[in-house]
């Protein structure tokens, strides 16, 4: 029998999807506010050799993580269609259990009565036992000598 998690509580898929997601998300905003930008400065005629060729460099590496996102929310979607396919162990059945067979041999067993348990003696309440006050010598040589 496999140990292998169920997909639905495996990390590492969980993770493959939320990066992915991230991902795509990260390079379509980047993408489509690059290209805006680029365009709009463009159109007015006040680009500068910044805009425009650090401007393409970036729309291009937005548009490498956006593809990026999606062949990762693809590999996603095929390890979920794959985990499908995989098989499933059935399940067992050793018996049925005859809940009524059981519960005629509990009521077929004699009740024998216990005695309760009581102790030999009776338990005798006792007076405190107070400690006695410690015993200091004094050392009258020592104390003379300091």
Do not use: C, H
């Not at 499933?88 to 049925?96: G, K, L, N, S």
């Not at 009524?100 to 102790?119: G, I, M, R």
Request: charged share 20%.
């Amino acid at each position: 029998m496999s140990t292998r998690p169920r997909l639905a509580r495996s990390i590492p898929f969980w993770g493959l999807l939320v990066v992915s997601l991230g991902t795509a998300a990260a390079g379509a905003f980047l993408l489509t506010s690059k290209v805006e930008s680029l365009t709009a400065v463009l159109t007015d005629n006040s680009a500068t050799a910044v805009d425009v060729y650090v401007g393409q460099v970036v729309a291009i590496t937005a548009a490498i993580l956006l593809a990026a996102g999606i062949v990762g929310i693809l590999l996603t979607l095929t390890v979920a269609a794959l985990a499908t396919l995989r098989p499933v162990p059935a399940v067992e059945v050793v018996e049925p259990i005859d809940w009524k067979a059981e519960a005629d041999e509990v009521a077929a067993e004699p009740v024998v009565d216990a005695e309760p348990v009581v102790a030999a003696e009776p338990v005798v309440e006792a007076e405190p036992v107070v400690a006695a006050e410690p015993v200091v010598e004094k050392d009258s040589e020592a104390t003379a000598t300091r």
